[in-house]
């Protein structure tokens, strides 16, 4: 291909997209269209935090709690969000509602933004706000979630508290990215990164549980607070098992009884095999199987779930 | 604001823009055009690398050096560079040209991308390519470049390499963020950050020098294997300096003789008070004075400069 140096006014796109709607910029736009500069420092810096909630059957599932937690990482950011707290549910409300879909995976974001002039101080930013909804996807296919992840813990660290605040939800995925395919490379589905200490931290987007005699215990250090980690917690509280937050060696995630990951894109996924070895006896366990029922029920609980608002068919 | 849920086809963007020349999908066009999709997981997961080169008088400096790290982190990440290396450069070249800029800062990027079907397996991304050339930009301003940097050495350890290999030069900055926002806390103009055994590691965008007796003295673990730092490690030893890679305490950085910085955004950038205390007398030193001398004047050495093809004027 010769590179010929001419100026093109406007851009075209070739890309092929998924369905769906974004929010930029006061303008409900296709997903398409839905577009960061390339000079804004959440893109050149990964200066950028996130937050990712779902709709079930047409309602969001604990949309307070990413709101909460949205919000939490733009003030640790020293950022300041170009939209009310109210505008910011309209929005999330409008692009699932203009999309039309049911089951949807929503995110909110709040980039630095960038200065006309280019500035390198990050205070002289103008911060962005976007948001979009897409179809619901998860970390599990229909297949995995039925037979069980077959998961690598890997030699990759976690990147750590002392550089990165993990309570400040983030895009700086490299490391769970080499540990994918550390994974990949041994044959295994997706991976587990291990925290500073050695122990297990958490993988690509997920919180990991291991279930020993009907208690719970997950990872606490330097790990993402999820959501649906704090709802499996619950969960187990409520059916009144021993839960706790805590070190999680490597052999002690092997020898559990269940082992299972969790995550907003996926819910509650069980995982049966590590490395070279089944857990147990490489089938789905019971206590799993207990939590993710009780997680789609709650689906349909009113102290969760937010029925978005659907746009009114026009009048006749 | 009222949020009202109506789709518009397209967006339009009400923000201004740096002059400069992208080049994105096959087709140069201006800056302002250049974005990436909120799906492209280079941004979504930072799934990324890239590199920057400047041009100075109308030259590239060191382009070999840029390119050979920027096609050692794309293979590192997995990724493939949908353009072959020829028309990379040519794509570099256009990008300048076509802004027309004499002193400009140029930016090489591979992403992830996406697919369609927006799959969360990396090995299903197309990788995307593209280029911008800005004005150039430095990380000191006129003033800073005259009379030294002030500079806070922060209690943020920079990403670790068992995290994510440095080799990879990635957008991953929110230790280097934190840093600077903790830096212009204590009234300081830049930040460094430091290494996993508490060392001195770098700073956002820049290598750090300490010169002693005239040696000079560069941390070694975990930091950006810099062209700036590479060139000055070069200058030191035609000079006849001893020069040296390896651990910079705190107090080695303080007790200096000068400190210096590096980045292709910049060049050599002094640095005279540390925290609270002037490096020596808070003077620029004169081995820094030197050395920015010759890394001026390499700038037009046949050995580093390759002039960019500016387009010929059309025939009358």
Same mark, same amino acid.
């Given at each position: ?117 280019? #500035? ?5 930013? =103008?911060?962005? +706000?976007?948001? &979009? *909804? /897409?179809?619901? %996807? ?57 925290? #500073? ?5 958490? =993988?690509?987007? +997920?919180?990991? &549980? *291991? /279930?020993?005699? %009907? ?102």
């Amino acid at each position: 291909m010769p590179i010929t140096p001419v100026l093109n006014p406007r851009y075209r796109d070739p890309h092929a997209y998924p369905h769906g709607v974004a929010w930029q910029d006061g303008q409900f736009i296709p997903v398409s269209e839905a577009k960061i500069s390339v000079l804004d420092y959440g893109f050149l810096h990964s200066d950028a935090t996130y937050d990712t909630v779902h709709v079930w059957d047409g309602a969001f599932f604990r949309l307070d709690a990413h709101i909460e937690r949205f919000l939490g990482g733009v003030e640790r950011l020293r950022m300041t969000l170009p939209v009310s707290t109210e505008d910011l549910r309209d929005i999330l409300h409008g692009c699932v509602a203009l999309s039309g879909h049911r089951r949807s995976y929503v995110e909110m974001i709040c980039t630095r933004g960038w200065s006309p002039d280019f #500035s390198r101080d990050p205070r002289k930013s =103008g911060n962005r +706000f976007l948001a &979009f *909804a /897409v179809p619901y %996807g998860s970390v599990a296919n229909a297949e995995q979630m039925r037979r069980g992840l077959h998961v690598r813990v890997t030699d990759v660290t976690r990147i750590p508290p002392g550089s990165v605040n993990p309570a400040i939800k983030n895009y700086h995925w490299l490391d769970l990215i080499g540990g994918l395919y550390q994974a990949y490379d041994h044959g295994a589905e997706t991976a587990l990164l291990l925290d #500073s200490d050695g122990n297990i931290a958490e =993988g690509p987007g +997920f919180n990991v &549980f *291991a /279930v020993k005699d %009907g208690a719970l215990l997950t990872p606490e250090h330097g790990v993402l607070a999820g959501i649906t980690r704090r709802t499996v917690l619950e969960i187990g509280q409520e059916e009144g098992r021993e839960v706790r937050e805590g070190a999680l060696s490597k052999e002690a995630l092997c020898a559990a009884d269940e082992v299972f990951v969790t995550s907003t894109a996926g819910g509650v996924m069980p995982v049966t095999r590590i490395d070279d070895a089944p857990v147990r006896d490489g089938t789905v366990g019971p206590v799993t199987e207990a939590i993710t029922r009780t997680y789609w029920a709650w689906h349909a609980d009113s102290r969760y779930a937010e029925p978005v608002s659907y746009l009114a068919p026009a009048p006749e």
